[in-house]
């Protein structure tokens, strides 16, 4: 295996890679589940960021109040992607979703929703909001993948 | 108590009893998400099911233990306890820990019906199937020191 290329072969399937600039951010209140995903995005080629709640995130984006968030006007969003779980203590990653989506610097980028628990009512509520995708806990590759192929079209 | 609360609460106690018996006679220590964890190590990360693992049986202890207190209060706070089970099952969900996983949704249902006696069994159930789990996953682990010790290399399992 050349290690030095962006895509790696397994025995199942060619892995994805969104190459090297691909920069998204993790968050789950769950030390486990972020190092999964972390590990996941990874493997094709992110460059991955974690957080263990919504604040983080928001901290991390410059999202926290509307004077932090004035300094960053015209400027490019710091990630491609934010991942977040639904299910987290204080904010939920529904409450994430919407604070991103109300970002004039921030709404464009693409916000994924995660959950174990699978409720239609629920992946309705994150979709009307502007979810790119809801997906189920826990991830796997083939996930990395269809999340891929999804973004890029 | 009266007579319906009485058939309730073994109507419940039963139906946990039932998750845990299917939980011990059928189900595999681990499902295909600890296949998945297995296909993610590379040579970046040589370490990462073990690393993953011992997290994970870190977490079991902390939960268990957070638990167990919970349950020991004088007035019991069944949303705490829930909370520490659904915390539980998400990672036993992540790493493929089967039986745990499955004791952790029936010990959700005697949450969700603040029966304490279900709770403490299931707690009881949960701490069997971490210890049960933990044992064959350092077994597995110490399998796969003596082979990369000897200058083997560690088979693929489908």
Request: aromatic share 6%; net charge negative; charged share 25%.
């Amino acid at each position: 295996m050349d290690s030095s290329s962006t895509t790696t072969t397994t025995k199942d399937h060619q892995m994805v890679s969104f190459g090297s600039d691909f920069h998204v951010l993790a968050v789950d209140d769950n030390l486990i589940d972020r190092k999964l995903v972390e590990k996941l995005l990874k493997n094709s080629s992110c460059k991955v960021t974690t957080a263990e709640n919504g604040w983080r995130a928001l901290e991390f984006l410059g999202l926290v109040d509307e004077q932090q968030e004035k300094t960053l006007e015209g400027s490019v969003s710091k990630v491609n992607l934010v991942i977040t779980d639904y299910c987290m203590p204080g904010m939920t990653g529904y409450e994430l979703l919407k604070k991103i989506k109300e970002s004039s610097v921030m709404k464009e980028v693409p916000v994924v929703v995660v959950s174990s628990e699978n409720i239609p009512t629920r992946i309705n509520q994150c979709l009307e909001e502007g979810a790119q995708m809801f997906m189920l806990k826990p991830l796997k590759q083939a996930d990395v993948k269809k999340l891929k192929c999804h973004l890029m079209n | 108590m009266d007579v319906v609360g009485q058939l309730q609460r073994q109507f419940i106690d039963y139906t946990a009893s039932l998750y845990r018996e299917v939980s011990v006679s059928f189900l595999g220590y681990v499902d295909d998400q600890f296949t998945q964890l297995q296909k993610l190590q590379d040579e970046s990360s040589p370490d990462f099911v073990v690393e993953v693992i011992t997290l994970f049986f870190d977490d079991c202890e902390k939960l268990i233990n957070n638990m167990a207190k919970a349950m020991e209060q004088q007035v019991v706070d069944f949303k705490q306890v829930d909370s520490h089970v659904h915390q539980l099952k998400g990672s036993s969900s992540s790493v493929g820990a089967m039986r745990v996983k499955n004791t952790c949704v029936a010990f959700r249902t005697c949450c969700e019906a603040q029966n304490l006696e279900g709770c403490l069994r299931c707690l009881q159930q949960v701490n069997h199937d971490y210890s049960l789990l933990k044992n064959k996953l350092q077994t597995l682990f110490r399998l796969e020191q003596q082979i990369l010790a000897a200058g083997g290399s560690i088979p693929m399992v489908e």
